[in-house]
């Protein structure tokens, strides 16, 4: 079993849509939980972080954490076509040190 | 401007030939990491460092090298590559570890024949 894992995809949603990215780990106590997007090409870049149980909200984007479920999401609201990438899901270690990252979802955002 | 800065960017080199590629940041941050990316396998972690002189393996240590002389230059040393080193490899800082954004470098491809 991998530590972090997510479905590859590709995940193809219509403009306007709500995607949903999930992802699964299994450290029960991993401490931090990451959301990075990756376009094709360039370097990763932070979308949102969560540590608590519950969601978190920033604009369009909601990271969704279960601990109990060791299960982390991430829905995007009215997907637009410059979404389209990778997102890839991250995950701190019980010892707080190593980060352990998933293999990514591609999203396609159709105009 | 905040960044990390990796060079080279692109490098292709012959199996057994020691190589470095550096990795610098100016926002004084603790942590510094390096990852390969592989198609189909995501980020793998190679090796951290929590502070100057103090670094760790991550999953996939093998064949590399790193060093934290300066809080700012955290370079990969590979010193005897070979062809499955051939990868796209980002380096990332960040403040700490928990709850923080790690900012990675523009990457660089290397491919070993």
């Known amino acids: 079993q991998k530590e972090v894992e997510q479905n590859s995809g590709p995940l193809s949603v219509p403009e306007g849509a709500i995607a949903s990215l999930n992802c699964t780990y299994s450290?029960?106590?991993?401490?931090?939980f990451f959301w990075y997007r990756q376009y094709s090409g360039k370097s990763p870049e932070l979308i949102m972080f969560i540590y608590s149980n519950g969601d978190k909200e920033d604009g369009r984007f909601t990271a969704q954490l279960n601990k109990a479920s060791q299960y982390v999401s991430l829905l995007i609201r009215d997907s637009q076509p410059s979404d389209s990438a990778t997102y890839l899901c991250a995950v701190i270690n019980t010892g707080g040190f190593k980060t352990i990252f998933g293999a990514g979802t591609r999203l396609f955002v159709k105009a | 401007e905040a960044q990390v800065t990796q060079n080279p960017r692109y490098l292709i080199t012959v199996t057994g030939k020691k190589l470095t590629v550096t990795c610098s940041q100016n926002m004084n941050h603790e942590y510094m990491s390096w990852y390969r990316q592989d198609p189909g396998l995501g980020l793998r972690q190679i090796y951290y460092?929590?502070?100057?002189?103090?670094?760790d393996k991550g999953d996939v240590p093998e064949g590399y090298k790193v060093s934290r002389k300066e809080k700012r230059n955290f370079p990969l040393i590979l010193e005897s590559p070979s062809p499955n080193q051939t990868s796209l490899y980002f380096c990332?800082?960040?403040?700490?570890?928990?709850?923080?954004?790690?900012?990675f470098g523009q990457g660089t491809r290397l491919t070993v024949v």
């Open positions: 990332a800082s960040s403040k700490q570890l928990l709850n923080t954004e790690a900012f």
């Open positions: 450290d029960r106590g991993s401490q931090s």
């Open positions: 460092s929590m502070n100057v002189e103090v670094t």
